[in-house]
Nanobody
Framework: QVQLAESGGGLVQAGDSLRLSCAAS????????VSWFRQVPGKEREFVAG????????DYADSVKGRGTISRDNAKNTVYLQMNSLRPEDTAVYYC?????????????????WGQGTQVTVSS
């Protein structure tokens, strides 16, 4: 099985950029689709961005389209989420997750492997 570890979160100002990283261990990302989700207290975990099994297809939540880019570095066995023009409403704990589905699935229940999350706080 694959273990996931997120990093790169922090406190930033509105308009800033961040790059979140999701490093895999135990196995490579080959054979997994990988997505980023985020969660704020009292709300359900929501899909942010996803990368298909092949690494060729991406999908984004409407709230981050044009501001977020998901990518994968096979050599480093890491998936990234670049977030630009951050807004206070982007404040959340961000999780990466891996699924054996071929295509990106937005339902968090489809994901078997999860990291522990990284906090992103955007001040206005």
């Amino acid at each position: 099985q694959v273990q996931l570890a997120e990093s790169g979160g922090g406190l930033v100002q509105a308009g800033d950029s961040l790059r979140l990283s999701c490093a895999a261990s135990g196995r490579t990302f080959n054979g997994y689709s990988v997505s980023w989700f985020r969660q704020v207290p009292g709300k359900e975990r929501e899909f942010v961005a996803g990368l298909s099994w092949s690494g060729r297809l991406t999908d984004y939540a409407d709230s981050v389209k044009g501001r977020g880019t998901i990518s994968r570095d096979n050599a480093k066995n890491t998936v990234y989420l670049q977030m630009n023009s951050l807004r206070p409403e982007d404040t959340a704990v961000y999780y990466c997750a891996a699924s054996t589905t071929v295509f990106v699935v937005k339902n968090s229940r489809s994901y078997t492997y999860w990291g522990q999350g990284t906090q992103v706080t955007v001040s206005s």
